[in-house]
């Protein structure tokens, strides 16, 4: 179930008001974003939809009362067919998905009505059935409140707690979240650890397959994945009689605990909602998810809050509160509405056609979320054009092809400078000076941002082309104020890859491929079977197949540099970045490299350079 409309009258907050939660052709819009300066009433909405699932909207309410309330619904299919066949609903005309629930809390008589379209007109009854209990199945809402302790009380046991229960009631996220998502974590580690041995046992002399391993905790992992790609979630260990949950970030370990409050955040919250991801259908209400969160997380928290709340069979509807101009203000934002709050003098709450907040400028805001003040103030002295790419790693790559084209007398007129950085996680002692945490999405808001206001010498952004905001660029494309962008293209030894690819598909198989000094090396997607199983030795295995099912031809290939392992559980992956590092050093055997792959892509630089 899923919300069209909200009307509000005589609320003792928000007084009188209309909420439309459908885009332009009239569809239901499954992420809304109600943004406003604090005290707007932004957080009373979510409460009002929270009370309205809980049955609470009742004329004896305190927090409710004298007031009307019309909530318009829009069914699925089976939710459709089911209510109909409900005793208490009795409506048995009701021809389309859509109705509304009238709710009068001045009145105890006629208190709640449903007005539907039953086939010639739009007709209102009495009826009582959504504030029964056997009606909350059809109207659940799950609620993250800003109210988190952050700290975890100690953990010594196991307990039953499991993922995917079936919900009876809404959701309302508490202040020992922290403790409830711990030990959650915990008991499902547990039981999947009893299910693998279990596994073992019932099949002697065989190697588990991937596919029996932490099937609980992969969703957490992978999540927490998406936000942090440098700390890993390590697991569950027996630490001094507690059980301590892990993280890994450059081979350093730290209990859940000793994370920041950001960090938590993510893990606490995000775990809220990842614990009923396939059983829960109800709408999902999140209050000012950008608390305690860097900027540039901030860019981030809408779309992995879409990951969680999307399972194979259903996607839930988002209703959040914000007024981070971070996430108002992101390029990258889509599919979603954003309905703006505003108060006048008088204290009077209404919706604002204006989306813009603090007046603050995409160069103000790119300035703030991404500290490029520092290279900002150089790009005046700097004569040269500046390349700016889409991973931390990839200027590595194409500052070697360059010198390597120089090297045999070509492209020597190609006097450029590339943005030199890393991640604010590498610790590294020849690490770059700059720490940018950059992504597809960050790139394209910078060069937006960057094309706002005048630029010297020309700023160039490269980007993958295995991401829809890269394929925009498949033709060069002029920003404004010297700023450009462009994606790479499959290289002449390639077939016309359909995905699109990452920097790495520029080399030859044959030097992608190789063994690294420490006997790793990169995997491509069609190396392995359906199963993940790698067709030259089915000792080894990907362990997440599912991510593959889509990429097994060489027109649709990907690059995989982790989670390969053998039998013995050992990893075999390579990382993209050791990769990078070996070419950039010239490690044997990466000292004798074939970059023909990359001449397109200095010719396409050289287009941009000398077009003025």
């Keep these: 179930m899923k919300i069209r409309k909200l009307t509000i009258k005589n609320d003792y907050v928000l007084g009188n008001m209309e909420l439309d939660f459908t885009n332009e052709d009239g569809k239901v819009v499954n992420t809304i974003i109600l943004a406003g300066e604090n005290g707007v009433g932004k957080t009373r909405i979510l409460d009002l939809i929270h009370n309205f699932s809980n049955h609470n909207l009742r004329p004896n309410s305190t927090h409710f009362k004298n007031a009307i309330y019309e909530f318009e619904i829009e069914l699925n299919e089976d939710e459709f067919n089911s209510i109909k066949t409900e005793n208490d609903f009795r409506i048995i005309n009701l021809i389309e998905n859509k109705f ?39 109207f659940q809402t799950t609620y993250s409140t800003t109210q988190i302790n952050f700290n975890v009380n100690e953990i010594s046991s196991v307990t039953a707690k499991e993922i995917d229960e079936q919900l009876k009631d809404s959701l309302k996220q508490t202040e020992n979240i922290s403790t409830e998502i711990a030990q959650l974590l915990i008991d499902i580690d547990s039981s999947d650890n009893s299910d693998l041995a279990r596994w073992v046992e019932e099949n002697p002399g065989l190697a588990p397959p991937r596919e029996v391993k932490k099937i609980r905790t992969k969703r957490f992992k992978n999540a927490f994945d998406f936000m942090f790609p440098c700390k890993k979630f390590d697991g569950i260990k027996n630490i001094s009689g507690n059980k301590e949950i892990l993280f890994t970030e450059n081979q350093k370990k730290m209990t859940i605990n000793q994370l920041s409050s950001g960090e938590k955040q993510i893990v606490f919250r995000g775990g809220f909602l990842l614990r009923n991801q396939n059983s829960n259908k109800g709408i999902i209400l999140i209050d000012e998810p950008e608390i305690s969160l860097h900027p540039t997380w901030q860019m981030k928290i809408v779309e992995f809050f879409k990951i969680l709340c999307k399972s194979e069979q259903y996607t839930n509807q988002i209703i959040l509160t914000t007024h981070s101009p971070f996430i108002l203000h992101n390029e990258t934002r889509a599919n979603d509405k954003v309905i703006t709050l505003k108060k006048d003098y008088s204290g009077n709450i209404s919706v604002s056609d204006e989306k813009k907040f603090f007046n603050w400028t995409n160069e103000e805001i790119i300035k703030e979320a991404f500290n490029i003040d520092y290279f900002l103030n150089q790009l005046p002295n700097n004569k040269k054009p500046l390349i700016i790419t889409e991973g931390k790693t990839d200027w590595k790559h194409f500052k070697t092809a360059l010198e390597f084209f120089k090297s045999k007398d070509l492209f020597l007129d190609l006097d450029i400078n590339f943005l030199e950085y890393t991640d604010s996680n590498d610790k590294s002692k020849d690490a770059p000076s700059i720490k940018l945490n950059m992504s597809v999405s960050e790139l394209n808001t910078i060069l937006l941002s960057l094309s706002k206001f005048s630029q010297n010498n020309k700023i160039i952004g490269i980007f993958d082309s295995d991401h829809s905001i890269g394929k925009k660029y498949l033709t060069f494309e002029h920003l404004g104020n010297n700023v450009f962008a462009f994606c790479i293209n499959d290289p002449s030894h390639r077939k016309k890859n359909t995905e699109g690819i990452s920097v790495e598909l520029l080399y030859y198989d044959s030097d992608l491929l190789q063994t690294s000094p420490c006997e790793r090396r990169l995997y491509l997607s069609n190396e392995f079977s359906k199963k993940g199983r790698f067709l030259k030795d089915t000792d080894i295995c990907y362990e997440n197949s599912s991510k593959i099912s889509k990429h097994l031809e060489e027109t649709t290939q990907k690059i995989i540099d982790t989670d390969v392992s053998n039998s013995k559980d050992q990893s075999l992956a390579l990382s993209k970045s050791d990769f990078a590092n070996y070419i950039y050093k010239k490690t044997p055997p990466f000292d004798n490299i074939n970059f023909e792959g990359f001449k397109d892509l200095f010719i396409q630089l050289q287009n941009i350079i000398n077009n003025n």
């Excluded at 039953?118 to 909350?136: A, M, P, Q, R």
């Design 100 to 138: 509304t629930v009238y709710l009068d809390t001045s009145s105890e008589n006629n208190y709640s009505k449903i007005k539907y379209y039953n086939g010639t007109e739009i007709i209102s009854v009495d009826n009582y059935f959504f504030i029964l209990n056997n009606s909350k199945k059809y």
